[in-house]
């Protein structure tokens, strides 16, 4: 079972930019897509970026095309979220999490294994 832990969160002002971090433990890091998402207060968990297994293909939530990009490094295991531009409307809990086996990354394929969220907070 994959463990993952974020980092990164905090708080900045709208217009600034965010790195999140994603460690994940296990030795089969590299098979699986991996996503972010987020849930904001009162709202549903929303997809915000997804990374295929081998790092070519990435998909974008719709909010957030243009300003985020989502990368991964196999040989640390670590995924990451580099936020810009950042909006009021971005607040939020960004969990980390595990797509399928060999997968795109795409919403479609799902995702599991949650890791504990992270709160980035941006104020106007």
């Known amino acids: 079972q994959v463990q993952l832990v974020e980092s990164g969160g905090g708080l900045v002002q709208a217009g600034g930019s965010l790195r999140l971090s994603c460690a994940a433990s296990g030795r089969t890091f590299s098979m699986y897509a991996m996503g972010w998402f987020r849930q904001a207060p009162g709202k549903e968990r929303e997809f915000v970026a997804g990374?295929?297994?081998?790092?070519?293909?990435?998909y974008y939530g719709d909010s957030v095309k243009g300003r985020f990009t989502i990368s991964r490094d196999n040989a640390k295991n670590t995924v990451s979220l580099q936020m810009n531009s950042l909006k009021p409307e971005d607040t939020a809990v960004y969990y980390c999490?595990?797509?399928?086996?060999?997968?795109?990354?795409?919403?479609?394929?799902?995702?599991?294994?949650w890791g504990q969220g992270t709160q980035v907070t941006v104020s106007s």
């Open positions: 999490t595990k797509g399928s086996y060999y997968g795109l990354g795409n919403e479609a394929q799902g995702f599991d294994s």
């Open positions: 990374i295929g297994w081998s790092g070519i293909g990435t």
